[in-house]
């Protein structure tokens, strides 16, 4: 269906383009307030801002490893049967 | 080469969109931007350990482009419907003709 796909591409473009900013806003512009601002209220303090995508990444990495030893195995077995 | 009459015109010698030219202007800027922030890191500007943090924002604004190309490209995928339907009838009446000729058409 042509509006499912139309929805799912709005939704990836709004997550994508969240991130983006929060992740600015976070890095580069937070650093810059003064301490007693309200806006140090709503981002984490900024060694989260490395651990963060840090951790994301690493789980990345090790499903998609996951993934391909996984059908690396799923074939090698087909293959001993066949 | 064109000829028109006696005109001769050739292409030339340089294409306008060379490979490998458009890489060195983007390990350039890349080269200019990590010489700053070291600059800063050196200078003390910036504790160390905030060391990583320009890239690892360079790599999550790299994900989130793609993601974001991604996105615009489904959103702006043309489904053509008309197409569809004019394949349907194809498909239908090459499983008919098959068919008839006693070849095996799979599922239905």
Same mark, same amino acid.
């Given at each position: 269906?042509?509006?499912?796909?139309?929805?799912?591409?709005?939704?990836?473009?709004?997550?994508?383009?969240?991130?983006?900013?929060?992740?600015?806003?976070?890095?580069?512009?937070? !650093?810059?307030?003064?301490?007693?601002?309200?806006?140090?209220?709503?981002?984490?303090?900024?060694?989260?801002?490395?651990?963060? !995508?840090?951790?994301?990444?690493?789980?990345?990495?090790?499903?998609?490893?996951?993934?391909?030893?996984?059908?690396?195995?799923?074939?090698?077995?087909?293959?001993?049967?066949? | 080469?064109?000829?028109?009459?006696?005109?001769?015109?050739?292409?030339?010698?340089?294409?306008?969109?060379?490979?490998?030219?458009?890489?060195?202007?983007?390990?350039?800027?890349?080269?200019?931007?990590?010489?700053?922030?070291?600059?800063?890191?050196?200078?003390? +500007? +910036?504790?160390?350990?905030?060391?990583? *943090? *320009?890239?690892?924002? *360079?790599?999550?604004?790299?994900?989130?482009?793609?993601?974001?190309?991604?996105?615009?490209?489904?959103?702006?995928?043309?489904?053509?419907?008309?197409?569809?339907?004019?394949?349907?009838?194809? +498909?239908?009446?090459?499983?008919?003709?098959?068919?008839?000729?006693?070849?095996?058409?799979?599922?239905?």
């Amino acid at each position: 269906m042509e509006l499912a796909d139309r929805a799912v591409g709005l939704l990836l473009t709004l997550i994508s383009l969240s991130i983006f900013t929060y992740f600015t806003f976070w890095v580069i512009i937070v !650093p810059f307030v003064d301490s007693d601002h309200f806006v140090h209220q709503y981002f984490l303090p900024l060694e989260y801002a490395i651990i963060i !995508p840090v951790f994301a990444g690493v789980a990345l990495l090790s499903l998609l490893s996951l993934f391909v030893g996984s059908v690396m195995l799923k074939s090698r077995k087909k293959n001993k049967k066949a | 080469m064109l000829t028109f009459g006696k005109l001769t015109y050739s292409q030339d010698k340089g294409a306008p969109f060379s490979p490998m030219k458009h890489i060195f202007k983007i390990i350039s800027l890349l080269a200019a931007i990590s010489a700053f922030w070291v600059g800063l890191l050196q200078a003390s +500007i +910036i504790p160390r350990t905030h060391t990583w *943090l *320009l890239p690892i924002y *360079l790599v999550v604004s790299l994900g989130c482009y793609g993601l974001l190309m991604v996105g615009v490209g489904l959103m702006q995928f043309p489904t053509c419907p008309q197409e569809a339907v004019l394949l349907q009838q194809d +498909i239908a009446e090459a499983k008919g003709f098959l068919k008839d000729k006693g070849v095996d058409v799979g599922s239905d």
